[in-house]
């Protein structure tokens, strides 16, 4: 079902359980936050369950444990499920019945589905679920559908996005005509958790200059472009190890016509990053130690301590070594050199392993 259906059914007294799927995450989070509301709109009691971790067997076990419990106040039960591990979902093309511990969710699931007091809000993540295309959904997405409702969370299309930009600017008491509305989306892309909170800055800058029309030339004063925020996601994919993001940005720098020496800068300087903490770390350093040492803000430094805590200084070593193999590639060659960047992010990935 589509978003607006999914919020058709909240003005209702809905129970069930839905899978959201999709890249758009600014819509999850807004129908969320509807459905909250309504359930309960003075108090959020909702439960939240981690899948991390957690074979698929176990993750059913525990929502039908939560589900289970009598209600004190007799009000609709909300529980959100995310984080879970899909690999467990693996399905033989030959032997498709034969996974036990998918079968045994999809049980709990379809039992879960009669609870009429109880809704489940199982959130996915692109890059860990794959849903396959709207003409041919996945064999997993075909699976789960036969025991839950599933909501498709696409991208909008620049026309709604630049309809949706302008009722923002609404809301914040200004004017931003067509065309400006169209340029922040070419501009900063088409995220609409980055859009929303680039719309809130432009909002603020413009009144507080005594305006109320927003221009091109604000968007291009304040706002930050769509090469800046891709290279900050590709840097943060590439520290957490996650490669299908990393791809997947990747690809959309590709069509921005970024230039492969800064992405290929990017790479490099969270591998030195990682490399450096990973030898303060082996050398006994806590983490307010490694913040005065490197000069990282504390966030940053507990996501590089974290990574670095589960790689090996060999597997760095090699990493670092491929790295500079690939620049020095890139350096020496005048024509487009995305493949070697792309081939890079998968030998980078096999470093994981060495130990």
Request: a negative charge; proline letters at 3%.
């Amino acid at each position: 079902m589509t978003p607006t259906e999914f919020g058709k059914l909240i003005k209702e007294d809905m129970h069930g359980v839905f899978l959201f799927y999709g890249e758009e995450q600014y819509l999850k989070q807004h129908y969320l936050s509807m459905l909250k509301k309504k359930i309960n709109p003075d108090n959020d009691d909702s439960v939240s369950i981690s899948g991390e971790d957690l074979a698929l067997t176990e993750l059913g076990q525990r929502i039908m444990d939560i589900a289970s419990m009598p209600s004190m106040d007799m009000n609709t039960r909300l529980v959100i499920v995310y984080d879970v591990d899909w690999s467990y979902a693996k399905i033989d093309k030959e032997k498709e019945k034969d996974n036990e511990d998918l079968a045994f969710f999809e049980s709990c699931i379809s039992e879960l589905s009669s609870f009429d007091d109880t809704v489940v809000i199982i959130d996915t993540r692109p890059e860990h679920f794959n849903a396959g295309t709207e003409k041919k959904p996945s064999k997993l997405l075909d699976r789960l559908n036969k025991v839950l409702s599933s909501v498709a969370f696409a991208k909008e299309t620049p026309a709604k996005l630049a309809v949706w930009v302008q009722k923002h600017f609404s809301a914040h008491k200004l004017n931003a005509s067509p065309v400006v509305c169209n340029y922040i989306i070419t501009y900063c892309g088409r995220d609409m958790t980055t859009l929303s909170h680039e719309i809130t800055k432009l909002s603020a800058y413009v009144l507080q200059n005594g305006r109320d029309t927003v221009t091109e030339n604000d968007v291009r004063t304040v706002s930050s472009s769509v090469n800046e925020i891709e290279t900050f996601d590709f840097s943060n994919a590439i520290l957490k190890g996650n490669s299908e993001r990393a791809f997947s940005i990747l690809s959309d720098m590709r069509l921005h016509k970024e230039k492969p020496e800064l992405i290929m800068g990017s790479i490099i300087s969270v591998y030195n990053n990682l490399f450096t903490v990973k030898t303060l770390l082996d050398s006994g350093m806590l983490l307010p130690e490694i913040i005065k040492t490197t000069g990282m803000r504390e966030y940053q430094a507990q996501l590089y301590t974290s990574r670095a805590s589960r790689l090996s200084k060999k597997g760095l070593e090699k990493a670092m070594e491929l790295c500079h193999e690939a620049d020095i590639k890139i350096k020496s060659r005048s024509i487009d050199c995305y493949d070697i960047i792309d081939i890079l992010l998968i030998k980078l990935s096999m470093t994981d392993k060495i130990r």
